[in-house]
Nanobody, 127 residues
Framework: QVHLVESGGGLVQAGGSLRLSCAASGGAFSTFAMGWFRQAPGKEREFVAAISPNGGRTYYANSVKGRFSISRDNAKNTVYLQMNGLEPVDTAVYYC????????????????????WGQGTQVTVSS
């Protein structure tokens, strides 16, 4: 059973930065495509960023492009989300997600392609 644990959330002022981490256990991390999603109160869960199993391909939502960066360390079974230039609209619970892929260049931007999810970490950006 794959287990994902997010950390690094918190309260930050607008313009600030946070680095989220997602530690994985229980599976072959280097074969998982990973994604970050977020959900604000009263809204649907939305895609933020994705990375392929080998880290060679990344993809971002337009709303975060140029401000957020996804990366992974397969030796540490961890995926990261560096968030710079945070804005109040970025306030949400952030979730990491994983799905197995035999294609080392695969990634997905839709929730239903991921079958493992973390419990989420709260990010609050004050104005």
């Amino acid at each position: 059973q794959v287990h994902l644990v997010e950390s690094g959330g918190g309260l930050v002022q607008a313009g600030g930065s946070l680095r989220l981490s997602c530690a994985a256990s229980g599976g072959a991390f280097s074969t998982f495509a990973m994604g970050w999603f977020r959900q604000a109160p009263g809204k649907e869960r939305e895609f933020v960023a994705a990375i392929s199993p080998n880290g060679g391909r990344t993809y971002y939502a337009n709303s975060v492009k140029g401000r957020f960066s996804i990366s992974r360390d397969n030796a540490k079974n961890t995926v990261y989300l560096q968030m710079n230039g945070l804005e109040p609209v970025d306030t949400a619970v952030y979730y990491c997600a994983a799905t197995y892929s035999s294609d080392m260049n695969y990634f997905s931007i839709v929730t239903y392609n991921y079958n493992h999810w973390g419990q989420g970490t709260q990010v609050t950006v004050s104005s």
